[in-house]
């Protein structure tokens, strides 16, 4: 078995990055082939993702290992069958020898450290032929799961969920050295938050000081298969397909952009950006006609959106504001096999309710069809609606993308196909950085080296860029909890619905295409969006068009061209050669749209895409800006 090779989970993994990989084959091959119940294998494959450099999609397996550890433990759990059957079959085939050492009852990754007969507390009226399993189960692997939580969780920077598993650890084990370690590296981490005085591990750390949120790797996955080649002839003329249909005028072609992921790993400040030319191969929007000032070139519709709010009055599909029963209305003219019309008034036969779930609205009928047709079949009669809505104003943004991720979900698992295949997300580039093409082998400076400092400047996820916003709740917690109330069981999800990996290459091409609507009645973001042919076109903070969201989204080009201007120790500095420029776009010329509210002066508006870009924006508006050209 690929298993009998591991040993101590606190043994670093000193292994080549192709070792690695070859081992995260075999273990997941295992794990969806053979036994998806099986703890032992979740732990081997987060000590492998902790190896590679993926200390997020380690949290996740070690998560799963909780899970399956309450499942064991509860003679009523939905899973309890088929997750104590597994653990079972593990210990079956341990040597009995072992079984009755006194010390010896361990996985091949963590040793309990205690005996078996001296257990803690297990469920009450449990057989005493299961208290064998149960035991190991929660002695062994429950507490190598804490481990690898918190030692990735400090890893990315989520201190507040670290120190709650930490808490835990040492609550029910006051003697565990491995999370007495972990604990002065989170207390060392702590200091600038808290102002401790020492690296002792206190219980009484105020967790509300500690930040949650950190950064991970933006890249694709080694064993992401999903991702087609947009550059090849054939998948090109397929896009330029379908935007022949919504934008006659417009063509999408092979262009070269700078490359932005060396400034994201350094964090570097607006001055220390450097000049770079280096570049990487893209695809952009251009002009196949001349097209005037305030002309509209492309419109589109997505049922890939979200909305923040409960009980707004908007269609569910679309985002568009619900017709007024009371108002005028006009017929739409809509072609029920199409996605894309440039006609956004009120329905005549709307608004739509779900006849099903009355309490889900649409603009139209059409609207009401395509959600059937794409999504909605799914969560009728379910009680997802009110996950991540109504939050505080300063989660709104990042609540948008956890519905966003949410529709995504719910339409692979309608149209039973994998969510990276879908045809609103498979043609966009989520400002991926290249895989660090080195041994992230561990070494013997491991072991004295704090998850806190290898993010830093150690030797495995530090290596490479880490972009991408990560926090336990809305790539965990969340997604985890929207499956189980689909119906859908975790461990034996389809198209692996149920990975952190897709979750995460989700959100990297969303996080760089969504467009959002502002509410007028607050100022917050209350819809979002993910239209594909529509985020082809490249950001630059001197954009050529700007758009506008109601149903569909429409492309205009603008009017007058942005103003560059700059600070000078006398004041500010316009440049004459770019301002007072009118809009328009010749043939030929690429379409330009934008990330940012272009207005910021450039370390804002730079603060404000590094997100969505992978990096600080290096368009020549920006550029010019921060003198560096």
Not at 208 to 237: A, T
Not at 530 to 541: D, E, Q
Request: glycine residues 6%; hydrophobic residues 35%.
């Amino acid at each position: 078995m690929i298993l009998d090779h591991l040993t101590n989970n606190h043994e670093p993994l000193e292994k080549a990055q192709g070792d690695l990989l070859i081992d995260w084959y075999n273990i997941t091959n295992e794990l969806e082939n053979e036994d998806r119940y099986s703890m032992p294998l979740y732990l081997a494959r987060a000590r492998v993702n902790t190896a590679l450099g993926f200390p997020d999609l380690a949290v996740m397996d070690a998560y799963k290992v909780l899970l399956l550890n309450d499942e064991v433990l509860d003679g009523d759990a939905e899973y309890h069958e088929k997750a104590f059957a597994s653990a079972t079959s593990y210990i079956e085939r341990q040597p009995i020898d072992d079984r009755m050492k006194k010390d010896s009852l361990h996985d091949p990754w963590v040793r309990s450290g205690r005996p078996v007969s001296r257990c803690d507390p297990l469920p009450s009226g449990m057989p005493p032929d299961h208290q064998e399993v149960a035991a190991w189960a929660k002695q062994s692997c429950a507490k190598a799961a804490r481990h690898a939580l918190a030692q990735n969780l400090l890893a990315i920077g989520c201190l507040q969920t670290a120190h709650d598993y930490l808490r835990i650890a040492i609550t029910e084990d006051s003697r565990d050295a491995e999370a007495l370690r972990l604990g002065q590296w989170l207390s060392k981490a702590a200091r600038p938050y808290c102002h401790l005085e020492h690296d002792e591990w206190s219980p009484h750390l105020d967790r509300s000081k500690l930040p949650d949120k950190g950064l991970v790797r933006r890249e694709i996955y080694h064993w992401n298969k999903h991702e087609q080649d947009r550059l090849l002839e054939g998948s090109l003329k397929s896009l330029n397909d379908q935007m022949a249909a919504v934008a006659p005028k417009l063509e999408i072609s092979v262009t070269k952009l700078p490359k932005l992921s060396d400034q994201a790993r350094s964090n570097a400040t607006e001055s220390q950006v450097d000049v770079e030319s280096a570049v990487i191969t893209q695809l952009g929007v251009f002009a196949v006609e001349d097209i005037e000032p305030g002309e509209s070139i492309l419109c589109e519709r997505s049922m890939l959106t979200a909305n923040a709010r409960l009980h707004e009055p908007l269609c569910d599909a679309c985002g568009a504001e619900l017709p007024n029963l009371q108002a005028p209305t006009s017929v739409e003219s809509h072609d029920d096999e199409s996605f894309s019309t440039c006609n956004n008034e009120v329905a005549a036969d709307g608004p739509n309710p779900c006849p099903d779930c009355d309490d889900t609205v649409f603009c139209s009928n059409r609207c009401l069809q395509l959600a059937h047709g794409s999504y909605h079949n799914v969560l009728c009669g379910t009680d997802v609606e009110p996950l991540v809505k109504d939050v505080p104003p300063h989660e709104a943004a990042d609540a948008l993308y956890t519905q966003l991720l949410f529709r995504a979900i719910a339409m692979s698992y309608a149209q039973d196909k994998h969510p990276l295949e879908l045809d609103e997300v498979k043609s966009i580039w989520g400002d991926f950085t290249e895989p660090v093409a080195a041994n992230l082998a561990s070494n013997d400076r491991l072991r004295h080296v704090s998850p806190v400092e290898r993010r830093d400047g150690g030797a495995f996820f530090s290596a490479s860029p880490k972009t991408l916003p990560f926090n336990f709740r809305s790539q965990i917690l969340q997604p985890l909890h929207y499956l189980e109330l689909l119906g859908i069981n975790i461990f034996e999800a389809p198209h692996q619905l149920a990975e952190v990996w897709v979750y995460n290459t989700l959100y990297a091409k969303m996080r760089g295409t969504a467009s959002a609507r502002i509410s007028p009645r607050d100022g917050r973001p209350e819809v979002a969006a993910v239209h594909p042919l529509w985020c082809l076109a490249n950001h630059s903070c001197d954009p050529s068009v700007e758009w506008e969201w109601a149903g569909e989204i429409t492309f205009k080009a603008k009017t007058a061209r942005a103003e560059w201007k700059r600070k000078t120790d006398e004041g500010e500095e316009v440049n004459p050669a770019e301002n007072g420029r009118k809009g328009g776009i010749r043939k030929g010329e690429e379409v330009l749209n934008h990330y940012v509210d272009i207005d910021l002066p450039v370390q804002g508006r730079r603060e404000w895409g590094v997100g969505a870009l992978g990096g600080f924006c290096r368009c020549s508006r920006c550029l010019w800006e921060s003198r560096e050209v």
